[in-house]
């Protein structure tokens, strides 16, 4: 079982940056690929963005690739979310996610976190 808690959303003007965090309960970690996902009012789940457990292999989707960068700190049991350049339309719930190794394109995860709201303002 893993618990995973985001933080770091808010509201921020067009053309802005933010980084979300989100901190995992379990020690080991490592043993999860992590991605993040966002929902909008209205719409459908997105997936975003993934990390393999070492660093070493990441997936973006076409809509925040080259704006968002995602990283993450096993010594410290955190993902991050680093977004630039945001856009109105990337006003949304954004939600981490874990589950075991297996491919960053697979976007069946096991364990999510509550969310935290992103509000880009025109």
């Known amino acids: 079982q893993v618990q995973l808690v985001e933080s770091g959303g808010g509201l921020v003007q067009a053309g802005g940056s933010l980084r979300l965090s989100c901190a995992a309960s379990?020690?080991?970690?490592?043993?999860?690929?992590m991605g993040w996902f966002r929902q909008a009012p209205g719409k459908e789940r997105e997936f975003l963005t993934a990390?393999?457990?070492?660093?070493?292999?990441?997936y973006y989707a076409g809509s925040v690739k080259g704006r968002f960068t995602i990283s993450r700190d096993n010594a410290k049991n955190t993902v991050y979310l680093q977004m630039n350049s945001l856009k109105p339309e990337d006003t949304a719930v954004y939600y981490c996610?874990?589950?075991?190794?297996?491919?960053?394109?697979?976007?069946?995860?096991?364990?999510w976190g509550r969310g935290t709201q992103v509000t880009v303002s025109s």
């Open positions: 996610a874990a589950r075991p190794q297996g491919s960053i394109y697979n976007t069946a995860y096991d364990y």
């Open positions: 379990r020690r080991t970690f490592s043993d999860f690929d």
């Open positions: 990390i393999n457990w070492r660093s070493s292999s990441t």
